[in-house]
């Protein structure tokens, strides 16, 4: 017993090695970032890898006001908060129909639904540009937050309908007896127990439309967003480095706080999807 459980942990040291070296290369392009951005443009060509020997805010400063990163910051933040909110209420809606009410056609939809998370984005994108036009949704929030909302709609259907699909039927049913409607059962019994499918849902959409370059570029194309800004400044400051990873820094902060602090649920919105349906 003895050897094998020195066995067992040499094999967990040895297999700690790749791992370790992995989370390493993980790391350090934020260090990097992190280490130039507090350099000056002069520090940063005479060493690009040794670390910043008198660090200043001064990059981030002139990114957040120069560049014009805080009315990206903003159009961003907007979008988001927008499409997430919007997101989580119709997929609730769909994936409650979907899975607890009983229609002509109602597993037909389903398959529609599933069939277009197939359909690569590119492939829509001329129909997508004339009906933005057509509607006068080109360079509006509410164009980018319903574009958001049609693009990450599809996924987050399936992800609340098999979640739903895995509560018991007698609680919809006792609902039913008591009186309620459907959007009375779905506001008082299914919301509530789909709390951390919504959440982990509202944290997954919130990262698709924070780090979105493509849609928010072709709907956005005078009020940036984040993102589009920070690709635009490789640009305009392609000799100035240290303000461009400032830049990056500004843009990533939020995000891998909001992972931080969420992670678990994140993983464990992988683990919904498998939930028989």
Known sequence: MAGAGKRQRLTLRIAAIP??????SCLYPIFFAVNNSLKTRHEYLQDRFGLAANPTFDNFVQAWTRSHLNEYFLNSVIATLGAVILLMVVSSLAGFALASLRFPYRRFLFVVILSSLMIPVQVVLVPYMRTMLALHLINTHVGLILSYTAFFLPFSVYMMTAFYSGLPRELIEAA???????LQIWWHVMVPLG?????????INTLNCWNDILIALLTMQRNRTLMVGISALKGQYSDQIPLFTAGIVIAAAPIVILYVIFQRRIVSGIAIGAVKG
Do not use: H, N, S
């Not at 791992?19 to 390493?24: E, I």
């Not at 039913?176 to 459907?182: C, E, L, N, Q, V």
């Open 176 to 182: 039913r007896i008591d009186g309620a409607k459907p």
């Open 195 to 203: 709390m951390p499918a919504l959440v982990t849902l509202g944290i």
């Open 19 to 24: 791992m370790g070296l992995l989370a390493l």
